[in-house]
């Protein structure tokens, strides 16, 4: 399988812009520029965001399956990822995952939240501190 997305750039850094186009098309001509990544001045994604909703799916799915495997059938599952940036660097990612299901007690779902942590194909190409916390609802 490949998967491919696109980025056209026009202008200087702090000036210029540019779009982002993914194979699937979900995101087509998306607007960035260094006022989406670092001002938030306009309306558009960037790397960083589009770095979280990536590890947040795919974290996400991991602990879909890890439930599945086990048996649970999760009525809903709901990550948030926080990115956090300094300066030119990612310092880390936080995953903080809600789960609505019955039949699982909150060891069992935290010790897969914790697997997908580590196991997640993003979470593996990543270098950087990762975390995780499970909030197991009824």
Excluded at 23 to 41: M, V, W
Excluded at 77 to 95: F, N, P
Aim: glycine share 8%; charged share 20%; proline share 2%.
């Amino acid at each position: 399988m490949k998967r491919t997305a696109k980025a056209h750039w026009e202008g200087t850094i702090k000036e210029g812009k540019g779009h982002l186009s993914t194979q699937s098309e979900i995101l087509n001509q998306t607007n960035y520029s260094f006022k989406t990544r670092f001002t938030g001045e306009e309306k558009g994604t960037n790397p960083e965001e589009l770095l979280a909703a990536a590890h947040a799916g795919c974290f996400t799915m991991a602990v879909s399956l890890g439930l599945t495997e086990k048996g649970f059938n999760p009525a809903s599952l709901d990550t948030e990822a926080t990115l956090v940036m300094e300066g030119a660097s990612i310092k880390s990612i936080h995953l903080a995952i809600t789960g609505v299901m019955t039949g699982a007690s909150a060891a069992e779902f935290e010790a897969i939240v914790s697997g997908a942590e580590k196991n997640c194909l993003i979470s593996k190409v990543l270098n950087i501190p990762l975390s995780s916390e499970a909030h197991l609802a009824s």
